[in-house]
């Protein structure tokens, strides 16, 4: 017998497709530097990827945790061809933003349905928004102040 509702378990699954969806992005984004040789941008998505499949396996665990269903969306092709590392970092920004607002859909249906269970879940994921939202803001700050690029990706470090 389940103890997660359907709705919650389809909106969890749903969610499960968009942090997956994040660690492909940031994969793609990954490569755009490691092709660049700028390797601690790259190190930083690649870690930054993890993080994000990471999460998709927490949701994947509490679905199971409440006997629900998992369910693996299909991924879709990710855009690869990018302006330059401005661009990179606005994206990451907006894409965080995103995930964000699906992060607080979910909290918002969790209080409506009374699905106690899923709101622990969810504040350690609303909390982790505003970090994620405040490394990227951060990246894009620290760029500002550089003129070259190389020089810019010796000082991107990644805090574990």
Do not use: C
């Amino acid at each position: 017998m389940a103890n997660i509702s359907e709705k919650m378990n389809a909106d969890l699954n749903k969610q499960i497709g968009e942090e997956l969806e994040s660690a492909y992005i940031y994969l793609g984004m990954a490569a755009w530097f490691e092709e660049r040789t700028l390797d601690n941008l790259a190190n930083w998505f690649n870690k930054q990827a993890s993080e994000e499949f990471a999460h998709a396996m927490k949701f994947k665990s509490h679905i199971l945790e409440r006997g629900g269903s998992v369910h693996y969306p299909e991924l879709r092709e990710q855009k690869q061809d990018w302006a330059g590392i401005m661009e990179i970092l606005e994206a990451t920004l907006e894409h965080e933003q995103h995930i964000t607002s699906k992060i607080n859909e979910i909290y918002e249906l969790a209080l409506e349905i009374k699905e106690h269970s899923s709101i622990p879940l969810l504040l350690w994921f609303i909390k982790e928004q505003v970090e994620e939202e405040d490394n990227a803001m951060s990246l894009i700050d620290k760029f500002k102040g550089y003129k070259n690029e190389f020089n810019f990706d010796h000082h991107v470090k990644r805090k574990e």
